[in-house]
C-alpha cells in the first residue's frame, strides 16, 4: 500500500470518529480560515479548539493526518518537478556536448560524425 492511500485512509478514519462540531471545525480549518475562525464557525471557543488540538484525541489525530497529507503531497509535487528539471537538465547537457564536439571537431578541420 503507498503512502497516498494510507495517508488518505487515516484521514477518512479519523474524520469519521469526529463529532460535528470537531468535524466543522477541522474542515474551516482545511479551508484555510483562521482557528478562530474556524472556532466560530463550530461555535466553541478557541480555548476549546485548542484544546482538541493538542488534547492527544481524535481531532488531533485528524489534524494530523491532514497535515502529513499535505506534506506528502507536497513532497510529491516536488519530488516530480526534480525528476522533470533533471530530464531537462539532462537533455540539454547533451545537446551542449553535441554542439561542442561539433564546434571542436570544426576547428581541427574534422568533419562532424553524423
Known amino acids: 500500500m503507498d ?3 494510507s495517508n488518505c485512509m487515516a484521514l477518512q478514519a479519523a474524520c469519521a470518529s ?4 470537531q468535524l466543522t471545525a477541522l474542515t474551516a480549518i482545511i479551508a484555510n480560515r483562521t482557528f478562530s475562525e474556524a472556532a ?3 461555535h466553541v471557543s478557541r480555548v ?23 506534506v ?8 516530480a518537478k526534480l525528476a522533470r528539471d533533471a530530464a531537462n537538465m539532462t537533455a540539454a547537457c547533451s545537446a551542449a556536448r553535441s554542439r561542442f564536439v561539433d564546434h ?4 581541427c578541420g574534422t568533419p562532424a560524425p553524423s
Do not use: C, V
Open 3 to 5: 503512502n497516498t492511500y
Open 18 to 21: 469526529l463529532k460535528p462540531k
Open 40 to 42: 466560530a464557525s463550530a
Open 48 to 70: 476549546t479548539l485548542y484544546r482538541w488540538l493538542h488534547g492527544g484525541g481524535r481531532f488531533q489525530a485528524a489534524y494530523d493526518a491532514w497535515r502529513n497529507e499535505i
Open 72 to 79: 506528502a503531497s507536497a513532497q510529491r509535487e516536488l519530488d
Open 104 to 107: 571542436l571537431m570544426k576547428g
